[in-house]
């Protein structure tokens, strides 16, 4: 089956570790995004690539890095910098044409005391 | 950062009934609008991307209407049943070299009673 692999679902750190949470796709996607959610929000992006070894940085993207190493793969590490880094954290892809859909992965929630 | 906006926040209707809700986005260099549906302990999914304006899209009973040159986009839904019970997303592209990101807006919790 061709979809978004997010692991884990539940992450639980202390406060100044870093994190890196996975995300692996088998659509044969170039586009590939990184999204916080946090309660009563909506998805705020953090950071996203567009094709291997390179990628932007959304609107959020202090307290995070990325690296797009492999299609398939866009880890995001939330770094001690990350003032609120308990959330909810969504990854998508999409594929080729402009106005292709984006599609998710199930998420992993993360929380950090 | 592009300003989205969704109302009502959340929804309560009875089954059967029909509802609707708003899109609000940045009028100008308008790209694309999408539409995602966002059922609980899934991952949300796209309904429709949406880029000419006066386009209207349908799936089953769920359609949208656009206007690009006001900046909205409306979500209709016939006949709700308690399956589309979720939480329905906007998101904007805007037509410049930001490249491919959507901007969301918060959503609208939709929320059908048997």
Redesign the interface.
Do not use: T, V
């Given at each position: 089956d061709g979809g978004?692999t997010q692991s884990p679902k539940y992450l639980f750190r202390k406060e100044g570790q870093n994190v890196t949470l996975s995300c692996e796709q088998n659509l044969n996607h170039d586009?590939m995004?990184w999204?916080r959610q946090d309660p009563?929000?909506?998805?705020?992006?953090i950071y996203?690539s567009?094709i291997v070894n390179d990628f932007?940085k959304?609107?959020i993207a202090e307290g995070y890095s990325v690296s797009r190493e492999k299609k398939e793969s866009f880890p995001l590490t939330v770094t001690s910098a990350q003032k609120n880094p308990t959330a909810f954290y969504?990854c998508a892809s999409?594929g080729s044409g402009?106005?292709?859909?984006?599609?998710?992965?199930?998420?992993t929630r993360l929380t950090v005391t | 950062i592009l300003n989205v906006e969704q109302s009502p926040q959340s929804l309560h209707v009875q089954e059967g009934d029909s509802t609707n809700f708003t899109c609000s986005f940045p009028s100008s260099n308008f790209y694309a609008l999408h539409w995602y549906r966002w059922e609980t302990a899934k991952s949300p999914e796209a309904l429709f991307v949406m880029t000419l304006n006066g386009d209207e899209k349908k799936k089953g009973r769920i359609s949208a209407t656009l206007n690009t040159k006001e900046g909205y986009s409306y979500l209709y839904i016939k006949g709700s049943q308690p399956e589309d019970s979720a939480t329905y997303l906007c998101a904007f592209m805007r037509g410049e070299t930001s490249g491919s990101r959507l901007t969301f807006g918060e959503g609208t919790q939709l929320t059908v009673n048997p």
């Open positions: 978004i586009a995004y999204y009563g929000q909506g998805l705020r992006l996203y567009q932007q959304g609107d969504l999409r402009f106005f292709s859909e984006q599609y998710f992965g199930p998420g | -």
